[in-house]
């Protein structure tokens, strides 16, 4: 699910906004949360880490700059929108890594399109979200989260940075969805994430740190893809 939260003193203008990015993210049917706070010092006194956040620029108690800015200290992943009546001001939304701007008063062009690149951002970070049919129900999973998966007994087991996940399903199949994701068959029996691969041996991988056997025939091609996927990081 995805956090979203709205810093805007003026409570027409984030009504507004509000409501517009709610019909955002129904139209593409996204799980989301928002959260509207009606000064800066409330939205850094909160604990939450939000995926995207729209700041409006000038408040009275404390302004957007200077909330985003203690914001940038706790988050760098989130994205950071500006929301504000004069373009002049926007142009130092360099300083904390904004990622656009928007005019206000918002409309529904301007929202569905900004909010485009976010995800874009965010699926960047997180990966592509899919969901795994455990024996305690459905989990839902961003396959950035994953270390690797592996066949065990006929059952997928999912290693991930929420603990281990074990399906049914077939590895290939698994092998196939996630491949655009920087996901390697290093085995019959094992699928990695090649983000957390920090060393490749003559017979195994170190991912997250822990030892992954590989097939000796594919070493060549698990060298070559992880010098190619450290390259494409730089």
């Known amino acids: 699910m995805l956090l979203i939260a709205i810093v805007d003193d003026d409570p027409r203008d984030s009504g507004a906004l509000k409501a517009q990015v709610e019909h955002f993210f129904q139209e593409q ?25 729209f700041m409006d620029i000038r408040m009275e108690k404390l302004d957007g700059l200077e909330a985003s800015r203690v914001m940038r200290k706790i988050s760098k992943d989130t994205v950071l929108i500006f929301v504000t009546y004069m373009a002049q001001f926007a142009i130092k939304g360099y300083e904390v890594d904004a990622m656009d701007f928007i005019i206000k008063p918002t409309d529904q062009f301007s929202i569905d399109y ?54 049914r399903g077939n590895l290939g199949e698994v092998a196939e969805k996630l491949e655009a994701q920087h996901f390697l068959m290093c085995s019959r029996s094992y699928l990695v994430n090649l983000r957390y691969v920090t060393s490749v041996r003559d017979d195994s991988l170190i991912v997250h740190g822990e030892e992954i056997p590989i097939s000796k025939s594919h070493r060549k091609e698990i060298q070559q893809r992880f010098i190619n996927y450290l390259g494409d990081s730089l």
Do not use: C, W
């Not at 049917?29 to 995926?51: A, H, K, N």
């Not at 795994?132 to 690797?148: C, D, E, F, H």
């Open 29 to 53: 049917q996204e799980p989301f949360l928002i959260q509207v706070y009606q000064d800066g010092v409330d939205f850094i006194r909160s604990t939450e880490e939000y995926d995207i956040v």
């Open 114 to 167: 900004v909010l485009k690149k976010a995800m874009k951002r965010v699926q960047e970070r997180t990966g592509v979200l899919f969901s795994l049919k455990t024996q305690s129900g459905i989990i839902k999973v961003y396959s950035n989260s994953i270390y690797y998966v592996e066949i065990y007994n006929h059952d997928l087991i999912y290693h991930t940075d929420q603990g281990d996940h074990k399906v």
